[in-house]
């Protein structure tokens, strides 16, 4: 019997691009769904044992450990929504908002990661640095939320205006009085040097700033940084 028997081999099930996104995979494993985009994974489905583990389960573990009953979250950034399912599970009552520019990411969500299935979840499908320089235009109000979460990584590259000045005071008007902000960074050997100044950079927007690396698949150790408003 070969040694791979019983193993299942990923299967392309839907390819496109976008305005956005060169490469927009999804893959079938068994009964789990992946969210490839420019060859990295980008989400999990919420049934994946692996989910847990890897990047979006330890920032849903950083919000755990550090919030108290809050009230509601701002993830910038949406994929397939793997973080939002694994908050829920922490916050079965927390207010979510996500912000995905990307509406091919959007539909993908909804098709095949059962984003949809999230009460309570409100959708934004905008530019984050317009959202969060001018909210009040996209419904959201300054001061409000517990927790904001800026995961804005295309591929294997985090978004310019995550380090903007000008992005990171809107985001720290948007957070609650010693509310949480919470950023993931890839940390491969080639991205390190960056993530390492960008937090040198925030230390000058928030305090009692905290790391976590986060061991992954071989292409995707990530870095979270997280501190108070």
């Not at 909210?135 to 380090?163: I, M, Q, R």
């Amino acid at each position: 019997m070969s040694v791979f028997a019983g193993i299942s081999l990923p299967e392309v099930i839907y390819e496109t691009s976008s305005k956005y996104n060169e490469n927009i995979k999804v893959l079938q494993v068994g009964d789990v769904f992946k969210l490839s985009v420019n060859n990295f994974v980008q989400s999990l489905s919420k049934n994946s044992k692996s989910a847990s583990r890897l990047c979006w389960g330890a920032m849903a573990e950083v919000l755990k450990e550090e919030l108290e009953d809050p009230q509601s979250i701002l993830i910038l950034g949406l994929g397939g929504g793997t973080t939002q399912h694994l908050i829920r599970n922490y916050f079965p009552e927390v207010g979510l908002v996500s912000v995905e520019i990307d509406p091919e990411i959007v539909d993908i969500a909804k098709k095949y990661f059962d984003i949809e299935s999230l009460e309570d979840h409100k959708i934004l499908l905008d530019d984050a640095f317009r959202v969060v320089v001018e909210p009040e235009k996209h419904g959201l109000e300054k001061n409000s939320f517990d927790a904001v979460v800026v995961d804005l990584v295309l591929g294997d590259t985090f978004s310019n205006l995550g380090t903007s000045g000008n992005f990171l005071s809107a985001v720290k008007k948007l957070m609650a009085p010693g509310g949480l902000v919470l950023f993931n960074r890839i940390y491969l050997d080639d991205y390190q040097e960056d993530a390492n100044n960008f937090k040198v950079l925030l230390e000058d927007f928030f305090s009692d700033l905290s790391t976590r690396v986060v061991a992954g698949y071989t292409n995707s150790d990530n870095l979270l940084i997280y501190g108070r408003s």
